[in-house]
């Protein structure tokens, strides 16, 4: 697997071939918001690491990597655990882009947001078991898109933009990086929420998403323990087949704003 930085000290080895490997889970938990003007140390360990064989016959090498953020005053901010995959063949054979549906998609960025006066939720009373929140539309997908979050992130293996190199593995074309389609899902959350409530964020990635996507995010609140609320989402293409499902929990005002 890639290479990983330990912002503290050097380069964080943990000794696998990048064109196989692909996230598998994400894992945030917040002890508090990060602010601006915040300066963050964060160091990396590895948590666990096991093999199984796959659907195909493949077999997977997990590592789960487990990452402390403090800040200046050593107060833990956030802990994010990752679990990356790593094949002894490159993924193919389950990663082809399946035929599209008609769909009424708007090209562009995100196209679907929630009005100003629902979101985001300020009151646990006002929030129910089976609550749906802001359903949000992401299309269509461009190769230029992975490319910006490769920009943005660091993250840049040329599986995701370097066309040549990705189809020579296999691949039928470049397709995205797993954490911008967790990105796609945590804008979703700060609509419904607001990025200061969100206390836990974890996601599992199920499937690619390929240039000429349009994906839709819907979830639902799943439980009610004021001042927590607990949601499911999902995110999914537009053949119905779901790339990403997941789980957040938040924490808002258990009566909501007064005066």
């Not at 964080?12 to 196989?20: L, N, V």
Request: proline share 5%; net charge negative.
């Amino acid at each position: 697997m890639s290479t990983r930085k330990n912002r503290d000290t050097e380069d964080f080895d943990i000794g696998s071939d990048i064109q196989y490997e692909r996230y598998g889970e994400q894992y945030y938990k917040f002890e508090r918001p990060v602010y601006v003007g915040d300066i963050l140390s964060a160091t990396t360990t590895l948590a666990d690491a096991f093999e199984r064989e796959g659907r195909d016959g493949n077999i997977l090498t997990f590592a789960v990597l487990e990452t402390e953020c403090v800040d200046k005053a050593g107060e833990l901010v956030v802990t994010e655990r990752e679990t990356l995959i790593e094949t002894d063949s490159p993924l193919s054979r389950d990663g082809r882009r399946p035929e599209s549906l008609d769909w009424d998609a708007t090209s562009g960025a995100v196209v679907c947001q929630p009005t100003a006066d629902s979101y985001p939720l300020e009151s646990a009373a006002e929030a129910s078991v089976g609550d749906e929140g802001p359903t949000t539309i992401v299309g269509e997908i461009t190769p230029q898109d992975f490319v910006r979050y490769a920009g943005a992130s660091g993250e840049f293996n040329p599986i995701h933009y370097d066309a040549e190199y990705t189809t020579a593995l296999g691949n039928e074309s470049v397709f995205g990086q797993e954490m911008l389609t967790a990105g796609y899902a945590g804008r979703f959350l700060s609509d419904w929420f607001g990025v200061e409530a969100l206390r836990r964020f974890r996601t599992r990635f199920t499937a690619r998403v390929w240039p000429g996507d349009t994906l839709i995010i819907r979830g639902e609140i799943t439980d009610v323990d004021a001042p927590e609320v607990t949601v499911e989402l999902t995110e999914s293409r537009q053949t119905g087949e779901t790339v990403l499902q997941g789980d957040a929990t938040a924490t808002v005002s258990p009566a909501g704003p007064t005066g």
